[in-house]
């Protein structure tokens, strides 16, 4: 029971994170049909510049706005420089964010250095709580809290507000919107910073939760996201959520019990959804095929 | 074979030819050697990734699982069996064998899937042999890796150097008779407008396929050449920075022009050799991967279609400029 709960625990945990990174894409993809390879570097430096932050200013909160101020301020010159020359072109798409990928992890090691570097908790975060023998780390809880925060703050922007009513528009069908005189550029311009913003997020809150970063996490972190995403179903909020807490919870159970197999694990999901239902599990717009 | 080099001067081909085959007797300095004997394995990946980016249109970041098999197919050959030629060809075989089967079966599972679908399955592919050579210590010795030791004519450089050209040459010609056939015509046509290929009754799903088979192949052959070339193999093999290699070179020397691909493959070779060297005295070069990164983007977004399609606008800008002069001296 103890190992069950823990498991469930680190899974759902993880599983938010991913969220986080997966609800910009799926929200970019929706609207653009821009698959971004380069999400998984505003990631990365979100976790690096985050970690850096609370290094130098030993405030965990100054380092988590730190790391989505600089994770939006790459997503705007990213998306002013290399999506928006290539809209329409999905297969230019796709090959210039690897090439934005590629930069941005490499750049990480300009800044600091090739090695791993060690992150420690806030003080306020460490420890964990026990209940009749089972111990649950508060940082896990914390991420948990936060990262169910942000979905109810997500989908109320999305369900309850003016643009995110003109983002759902969007998603269903882009050219009806733009005839109805919506500025479907910066409407994306908006989305695409709000993904940035919450990858850097989930970028500062890894940091302390894995204890330690480096420069090819983004790959391995984008790779998670975009399984989700697909699994999901592009362009769902509520997919991408679902299916993210299903890859988490399972790569938990899966480390755990056949660690070997955790990764296959998601690319048995993965190619499961994609050829038995290659929307998603909620996703409505277009096909894969 | 008519129509085989009407896009590539077959003087210019010939000429570079006659000069690489000569140049070991005017250069024999071990480390150009080395460098061009690596430009040569990887134009033959970079032409065998331009056959599926170039020609078709399949966008995949999962091609360096092609060469990672390649690779160590061959070196678990040597390190099990003895160094002889018949061994590498054993190994090879495997290696191709292997290709062929996992692209067929990758394609025929998600050739169907759109762009964006299909170059994230095979990333994820690629990862999945990444992590399956590293967790398979048995066979591949891991993350560490192993050394092995092999034939002879491989071992002398400048036997290496003329058997990887001479490779080259026969993969170039074989792959742009494969372009310049029928199912290489349709291939080109998918790529332009895949929708109109269909319409006209042909199967796309099914020349996909062989042009995936086709690249898998070839990228195995390298892959095994350049396992060859280091006597050594580890995990790197698999990593995300080989697709990108291939990538790159493909897309500064041009898509769908195989010989943009080698070109493509020299530069970046060059650079990279260049680059390292320049990292001894100043250390910010030590990064150069970053520069390639800049190199791709600014190539992708300013000049789309590479060397090749640069050299070809200028040319075209040069007849018509010629063109004109003609057209006014007739006035005149």
Not at chain 1, 247 to 263: E, K, Q
Not at chain 2, 249 to 255: A, E, N, Q, V, W
Request: hydrophobic residues 55%; contains cysteine.
């Amino acid at each position: 029971m103890e190992v069950f709960i823990n498991l469930l625990v680190n899974g759902v945990s993880t599983g938010l994170l991913i969220f986080l990174l997966a609800a910009g894409l799926t929200l970019i993809f929706g609207l653009m049909s821009v698959l971004n390879f380069a999400h998984g570097g505003l990631f990365v430096w979100g976790a690096f510049s985050g970690a850096w932050i609370y290094k130098e200013t030993n405030s965990f909160l100054l380092a988590i706005v730190g790391a989505i101020v600089i994770g939006m301020a790459l997503g705007w010159v990213l998306e002013r420089f290399l999506i928006r020359p290539v809209y329409g072109n999905h297969v230019r798409q796709l090959l210039i964010t690897l090439g934005g990928m590629l930069v941005l992890s490499e750049s990480i090691k300009i800044f600091w250095g090739p090695n791993p570097i060690r992150v420690n908790l806030p003080g306020w975060l460490e420890g964990s709580y026990q209940f009749d023998g089972i111990i649950i780390i508060k940082y896990r809880v914390f991420v948990i809290v936060v990262g169910l925060l942000l979905y109810l703050a997500l989908w109320l922007l999305l369900s309850r507000t003016q643009i995110g009513l003109m983002i759902r528009a969007g998603v269903m069908d882009k050219e009806m919107v733009q005839a109805l005189g919506i500025n479907v550029k910066g409407l994306f311009t908006f989305v695409f910073l709000l993904g940035a913003a919450l990858a850097a997020l989930g970028g500062a809150l890894l940091a302390p939760y894995s204890g330690v970063v480096f420069a090819e996490m983004g790959m391995q972190y984008a790779i998670l996201a975009f399984i989700v995403v697909i699994i999901g179903g592009m362009g769902s909020l509520q997919g991408s959520a679902l299916a993210s807490l299903i890859v988490g919870v399972a790569g938990a159970f899966m480390a755990y019990y056949i660690p070997d197999l955790s990764l296959a694990l998601n690319m048995l999901l993965l190619a499961i959804v994609l050829l038995v239902k290659p929307t998603g599990l909620m996703g409505e717009k277009g096909s894969a095929v | 074979m008519r129509g085989l080099f009407h896009k590539v001067p077959l003087y210019w081909g010939l000429a570079i030819m006659l000069f690489m085959l000569l140049f070991p007797f005017v250069n024999d300095s071990r480390s150009m050697l080395i460098l061009l004997t690596q430009i040569f394995i990887f134009a033959i990946f970079a032409m065998s990734f331009d056959i599926l980016l170039g020609y078709t249109g399949i966008v995949s970041f999962g091609h360096c699982m092609f060469f990672g098999i390649g690779a160590y197919s061959t070196a678990i050959i040597f390190n099990h069996l003895e160094a002889t030629l018949l061994n590498f060809m054993i190994g090879l075989a495997i290696g191709i064998i292997l290709s062929a089967l996992v692209s067929y079966i990758i394609g025929s599972l998600s050739l169907r899937l759109k762009s964006h679908f299909y170059a994230m399955l095979t990333l994820a592919v690629s990862q999945l042999f990444l992590v399956l050579a590293e967790k398979w210590r048995g066979l591949t010795h891991g993350g560490d890796g192993f050394t092995f030791s092999v034939p002879d004519v491989f071992k002398d450089r400048t036997s290496f150097y003329y058997i990887t050209l001479i490779s080259v040459a026969v993969v170039f010609i074989l792959l742009k008779l494969f372009t310049e056939s029928s199912t290489g015509k349709v291939l080109k046509a998918i790529s332009q407008n895949e929708y109109r290929a269909e319409a006209l009754g042909y199967k796309s799903l099914h020349y996909k396929l062989i042009a995936s088979v086709t690249a898998g192949v070839a990228a195995s052959f390298s892959g095994a050449l350049y396992a060859v070339s280091l006597r050594f193999i580890n995990t790197n093999v698999f990593s995300i920075e080989v697709t990108l290699d291939a990538l790159l070179m493909t897309m500064i020397g041009g898509l769908g022009t195989l010989a943009g691909a080698i070109a493509g493959a020299g530069i970046i070779e060059f650079l990279r050799h260049y680059l390292s060297e320049l990292a001894m005295t100043y250390p910010i070069f030590e990064r150069w991967t970053i520069i390639l990164g800049f190199l791709y983007i600014v190539v992708l977004l300013v000049f789309p279609s590479g060397l090749a399609g640069f050299i070809k606008r200028i040319n075209l800008k040069n007849k018509r400029k010629m063109k004109k002069k003609g057209e006014l001296q007739r006035v005149a």
